[in-house]
């Protein structure tokens, strides 16, 4: 066995740990600054512009710097972005609630149509994220991508959901580990499909233009 060969592995092994741990930190301390209701979003957004570098290859940036950038440049562009889901939420919130209350007539007949929304809405929001940090676009040119990479990429979405399943039963094993990677290792394992589904939509719109020239 090489020993230093395994002494290096253990050594970035913890270097990442603590990575991952620095990065959460942030981003709930960043969350509680802006009153959580002020601060959640862009200091979600701050983590995942961080994640998206380390999955590109830049790993040596300086965390706190990064995430102190992006967190004032983008507070007030990703609250808006913020307010706008919480309003499409409160209205999906909203017709559950009146639909439950009138179960006996012809609106049940409105529950498939309006799950189906939630879950398509849900999965477009998974992918908000990524999409926003990875792409200069504006809200609605977003909103749209978001969903169109959803659509056309089902392995990728449903690589997502699983990692999101076992992530969430992983951490409540352990609970005290949902302070130090509870956010950090969710945007890990969406931002890692979300970018390889980039990359392959990417490669698609090259093939195109290559055979129309």
Known sequence: MNFLGYQGGLFKLFEWI????????LWMAFSFIGL????????????????????????????????WSIYKQEFIKS????LLLILVAGIIYVNLIY???????????????LYLFMFAFILTVIYLFPVYVHYDVKFFQ???NSFLIMIINPIYTLMMILGIIGTYYGLSLV????FFFGGSA????????????????????????????
């Open 18 to 25: 603590s990575k991952f741990a620095y990065v959460n930190v």
């Open 36 to 67: 959580i209701i002020f601060g959640f979003f862009p200091a979600t957004i701050a983590m995942f512009t961080i994640v998206r570098k380390w999955i590109m290859g830049d790993t040596d940036i300086s965390i706190f710097k990064q995430f």
């Open 79 to 82: 609250n808006l972005l913020g």
């Open 99 to 113: 639909i439950e209350a009138n179960t006996g007539n012809l609106l049940v007949l409105t529950h498939i149509p």
């Open 142 to 144: 977003m909103f749209k």
């Open 175 to 178: 609970p005290g580990l949902i």
């Open 186 to 213: 969710l945007t890990y394992i969406i931002m890692w499909p979300s970018y390889q589904a980039f990359q392959k939509v990417e490669k698609k719109k090259e093939k195109t233009v290559e055979t129309n020239s």
